[in-house]
């Protein structure tokens, strides 16, 4: 299976300010997904993302504050945009293992904002 | 919204003992899978079991599933410290084309040496 770096490993951030994770997988992959987990939940997709197109994005996240980009088929990019309390949680990237709906995931990003 | 819920939300066993988790989903599913995270990293994929199969072993761990009842059990034997993580459920609702996976609550698992 795939095997996901993701960047930065956790972060405190400043409320306001924006922070943007990296997702690089080694191999090709058509969609990579963006799930969030806050501190003792489950996980939450934020947005599918989707190389050369816009990512769908779940009810209750907007573009704007989660942009994504997908350059290529094995890189992506979550911001998390103007920071709150309320955004601190486990920020987690996947992509769906070759021929099956299986994910396997990045390590995950802990932004913790003040 | 979420699909399965796990039960108990935390277990705390000896070494040695069997660990079981329970998940219960609301629709009908493709697939049911079950995941291990350990201290807040990624999850791992465990075991995946379709909706026409009611048990499945992938070495200690053996997962049964209920479509009737709309459940499935997830049974660790033998368990390690190791094996502390939270386990989550996840479903593949049963619709055309490559749905998102949609998880559960998470089991909080904790083996005592």
């Known amino acids: 299976s795939a095997v996901i770096s993701q960047k930065p490993s956790r972060d405190i951030c400043q409320r306001g300010t924006s922070l943007t994770i990296q997702c690089q997988v080694d191999?090709?992959?058509?969609?990579m997904f963006w799930y969030r987990q806050q501190p003792g939940q489950s996980l939450t997709l934020i947005a599918t993302?989707?190389?050369?197109?816009?990512?769908?994005?779940e009810s209750g996240f907007v573009i704007d504050k989660f942009p994504i980009s997908r350059p290529n088929l094995t890189f992506s990019t979550l911001t998390v945009s103007n920071m709150s309390p309320e955004d601190s949680s486990i920020y987690l990237c996947?992509?769906?293992?070759?021929?099956?709906?299986?994910?396997?995931f990045g390590a995950g990003s802990r932004l913790t904002v003040l | 919204s979420q699909q399965g819920e796990e039960d108990p939300q935390a277990l705390s066993i000896q070494e040695g003992e069997n660990a079981t988790m329970n998940c219960s989903y609301k629709?009908?599913?493709?697939?049911l899978q079950w995941y291990r995270q350990n201290s807040g990293r990624g999850l791992v994929h465990l075991i995946l079991?379709?909706?026409?199969?009611r048990e499945k072993h992938s070495g200690r761990l053996r997962v049964t599933l209920d479509t009737s009842k709309k459940s499935s059990s997830l049974l660790i034997t033998a368990s390690r410290a190791a094996d502390t993580a939270s386990y989550f459920c996840?479903?593949?609702?049963?619709?055309?084309?490559?749905?998102?996976?949609?998880f559960g609550k998470g089991t909080r698992l904790s083996v005592i040496a």
């Open positions: 996947s992509v769906r293992q070759t021929g099956a709906n299986v994910l396997t």
């Open positions: 191999s090709q992959v058509t969609m």
């Open positions: 993302a989707n190389q050369g197109s816009e990512a769908t994005y």
């Open positions: 629709t009908s599913i493709n697939n």
């Open positions: 079991i379709r909706s026409n199969e």
């Open positions: 996840a479903t593949v609702p049963f619709t055309s084309g490559n749905t998102p996976l949609v």
